[in-house]
């Protein structure tokens, strides 16, 4: 176990829709960082948010969006759902340069 | 952007064999880190490695971050079942200011450990 949670597990939904997908880092971990696994590009870096605010973004979509809440859960958006959304999407904390860790996966499965 | 090569592809060995895996980059990394996943689970830690020539162990896993800061290797010594997996490195460039430390990873190498 990481100490860092995901909800839910699995979301299946439809083409055009919206879904939010939950991460609680580490106790203690202020960086959150969103990442999305698919059989074609592997790990790709979405976006990283440190005690509130964003400070990196990677291959993010425009419908994608972020946020990290004052007590350091962060949400990911992701609306008009297309095919190609249908993924692993992983959400890390880390403590500064020390190693992330990784949470369980949300699978997003877009029908 | 930044790329990592990562070999082999796949690796399938005999129980209590060793195993070596590589990573290698285009460009310097600051930490490397070595992650296995199993199916459907997210990346566990396994190693990180901080500094350039650094040798670290973690059990039967050994891992050493290369002189030039481009490259890594990862060994498995003895290996048992439980090793399967898809194992990855990710190298993490971050300026210390702006506590910007994205990682990028390469593609995984798939172990099959046969009993």
């Known amino acids: 176990d990481s100490g860092v949670t995901q909800t839910p597990k699995h979301l299946i939904t439809a083409t055009g829709q919206r879904v939010t997908l939950r991460c609680s880092p580490r106790s203690g971990d202020l960086s959150v960082y969103w990442y999305q696994q698919s059989l074609d590009q592997g790990l790709q870096f979405l976006i990283q948010y440190y005690n509130g605010e964003e400070r990196a973004k990677g291959n993010i979509l425009e419908r994608f969006s972020a946020q990290q809440f004052p007590d350091l859960h962060s949400e990911l958006n992701l609306s008009s759902l297309e095919l190609g959304d249908s993924a692993l999407y992983f959400c890390?904390?880390?403590?500064?340069?020390?190693?992330?860790?990784f949470g369980p996966g949300t699978r997003l499965t877009v029908l | 952007g930044q790329q990592l090569n990562q070999s082999p592809q796949s690796m399938f060995i005999q129980e209590g064999e060793d195993v070596s895996m590589n990573c290698t980059s285009s460009?310097?990394?600051?930490?490397w880190l070595w992650y296995n996943q199993d199916p459907g689970e997210g990346p566990v830690l396994l190693i990180a490695?901080?500094?350039?020539?650094e040798l670290t162990s973690n059990g039967r896993l050994t891992a050493q971050f290369g002189i030039t800061r481009k490259d890594s290797f990862l060994n498995i010594s003895a290996s048992i079942p439980s090793d399967v997996g898809i194992y990855f490195c990710a190298g993490q460039f971050g300026n210390s200011g702006g506590s910007n430390y994205k990682l990028t990873f390469g593609k995984g190498t798939l172990l099959t450990v046969n009993p």
């Open positions: 460009s310097i990394f600051n930490t």
């Open positions: 890390a904390s880390s403590a500064g340069t020390s190693g992330k860790f």
């Open positions: 490695l901080y500094k350039a020539g």
